[in-house]
């Protein structure tokens, strides 16, 4: 792996919930290091099918799952994970093979990156209602941190629109564009290598997937699907697949469309996706970083995962203010992705992780306060929404 270079300055100036019976049945990732395996296949000729409507721990008619409740993708198993924010895990449903990623539009529906398909599951009764074979080939289906099949899913702002980042053993990966509406897959766009994550504009008009083992962003205009790379690597790109250095999560800046990348606790990369330049501030964790997400307020929460080369400090959760200012909360053990409650009091932190060290539950943080509680959820939870 790589060296880290340390040379880089460090100084820069309840929601509502349980008023309803909950009911039903109760119940990684990052290429680090390794360039991964497997045969690239080829796109096919004809155009994949959803599955039939298949029904998975039901609520009753008379209860809908309330607002508040986490939902996680479950990549240790084959399901996602229905979480009470106090009570832990509530219910599960099936959902295809190690599900990565998940996006949650307005109509309730929860759009599921799975190695063999897109799951869409109706999150207020907790039923699966199809799964959308992808139309890029990805070799076998597959468990582990080097699978095929997809990894960052975002959805379009009106909801009209899935984007599905496919990994492609091997090879480079393929944004697959999908109607949800009909649930077809209409359009596929090449982009990097294993991309960890994908991101919209807030007015729609652009998607932005990070390439983690190609170190880039590409962006893919929502009109024309003309995708244009923009490299992110704020380390260089030496070490190549055996590289430590690489982007994995981004942020959409609400207030500039600027895209946000955090490395290794150290840099944080600020790149314009309409002129590709990036410049670079500094951060303060010292750990390898995967996860991101944004507060209401503009703070950037990100996850430390660890040191991964015995130099560096332990997993932690920044929360960086919008003037430049962090506070580091240690977390206990590796973590991988990170969501917020609407009112911006509490991150609920995957414990899942895509390389060894993961645990099933979240870490529950008052970003007030910094007090930790850890809650069993899931399987390996990676990805996270509040519902």
């Not at 298949?54 to 399901?79: C, N």
């Not at 609400?254 to 895209?259: E, Q, R, S, T, Y």
Request: proline share 8%; charged share 20%; aromatic share 6%.
């Amino acid at each position: 792996m790589a060296p880290h270079d340390r040379s880089f300055p460090r100084a820069l100036p309840a929601a509502l919930l349980a008023v309803l019976l909950l009911a039903g049945c109760s119940g990684p990732g990052g290429a680090e290091g390794s360039g991964g395996g497997g045969a690239a296949g080829d796109a096919a000729a004809d155009r994949p099918t959803a599955t039939a409507p298949a029904p998975a721990s039901p609520l009753p008619a008379s209860a809908v799952t309330p607002e508040g409740t986490l939902l996680v993708a479950d990549f240790g198993a084959d399901t996602v994970t229905f979480v009470h924010p106090a009570r832990g895990a509530l219910a599960s449903v099936q959902v295809g093979t190690a599900p990565y990623a998940l996006a949650v539009g307005g109509d309730g529906r929860a759009w599921v990156a799975t190695a063999e398909g897109i799951a869409v599951v109706d999150t207020r009764t907790r039923v699966r209602l199809a799964r959308i074979p992808y139309r890029t080939g990805s070799g076998p289906v597959d468990r582990g941190e080097y699978r095929g099949g997809g990894m960052g899913i975002a959805l379009s702002p009106d909801g009209k629109r899935a984007y599905v980042g496919v990994n492609v053993p091997g090879g480079n990966g393929v944004l697959e564009v999908v109607d949800t509406g009909t649930w077809e897959v209409t359009a596929t766009v090449p982009v990097g290598r294993r991309p960890f994550d994908v991101d919209v504009s807030r007015d729609g008009s652009e998607v932005y997937v990070t390439g983690h083992d190609s170190f880039d962003v590409t962006v893919v205009p929502a009109g024309t699907l003309r995708p244009r790379r923009i490299e992110v690597a704020p380390y260089g790109t030496e070490g190549g697949l055996g590289s430590w250095l690489k982007p994995h999560y981004a942020v959409v800046r609400p207030a500039d469309g600027m895209l946000l990348l955090p490395f290794e606790g150290e840099r944080l990369a600020v790149v314009d996706p309409r002129s590709g330049r990036t410049s670079v501030e500094a951060m303060t964790a010292d750990t390898h970083q995967h996860g991101a997400a944004l507060t209401p307020d503009g703070r950037l929460l990100v996850v430390g995962t660890g040191a991964v080369d015995g130099d560096g400090r332990g997993p932690s959760l920044t929360v960086r203010a919008p003037d430049g200012t962090e506070r580091v909360l240690p977390l206990r053990g590796p973590h991988e992705d990170v969501a917020v409650s609407r009112d911006g009091r509490t991150a609920y932190v995957t414990g899942g992780y895509t390389r060894d060290g993961f645990w099933d539950g979240i870490t529950v943080v008052d970003l007030a306060s910094g007090a930790m509680r850890r809650l069993g959820a899931g399987a390996r939870p990676l990805g996270i929404a509040v519902l």
